[in-house]
Nanobody
Framework: QVQLVESGGGLVQAGGSLRLSCAAS????????VGWFRQAPGKEREFVAA????????YYADDVKGRFTISGDNAKNTVYLQMNSLNPEDTAVYYC???????????????WGQGTQVTVSS
């Protein structure tokens, strides 16, 4: 089992920034990538960004490219999501997940955190 704990959410004004953290209890051969997803009220869960622990690459949803940056600290088993230029449409519960490959769909991820709320006011 792998436990994931997200932190860093909160309330921010439009144009502001937040940095989310996702701390993993351990890494295994089947948890080589970490992804961030979000779900707004009444909407489907959507992919935000993903990264491979080996630094093999990053992958972003089109609507966050240039505003969000995903990075990892292997020594701390922690992945970060730096979010800049936030707008009210970014309001959602943000979840991190881990799985075997960097992918843009949730089906590829086996372990999920509990989520952290991000609210952007206009």
């Amino acid at each position: 089992q792998v436990q994931l704990v997200e932190s860093g959410g909160g309330l921010v004004q439009a144009g502001g920034s937040l940095r989310l953290s996702c701390a993993a209890s351990r890494r295994t051969s089947s948890t080589l990538a970490v992804g961030w997803f979000r779900q707004a009220p009444g909407k489907e869960r959507e992919f935000v960004a993903a990264i491979g622990w080996s630094g093999g690459g990053t992958y972003y949803a089109d609507d966050v490219k240039g505003r969000f940056t995903i990075s990892g600290d292997n020594a701390k088993n922690t992945v970060y999501l730096q979010m800049n230029s936030l707008n009210p449409e970014d309001t959602a519960v943000y979840y991190c997940a881990t799985g075997p490959v960097v992918a843009g769909t949730g089906d590829w991820y086996d372990y999920w955190g509990q989520g952290t709320q991000v609210t952007v006011s206009s």
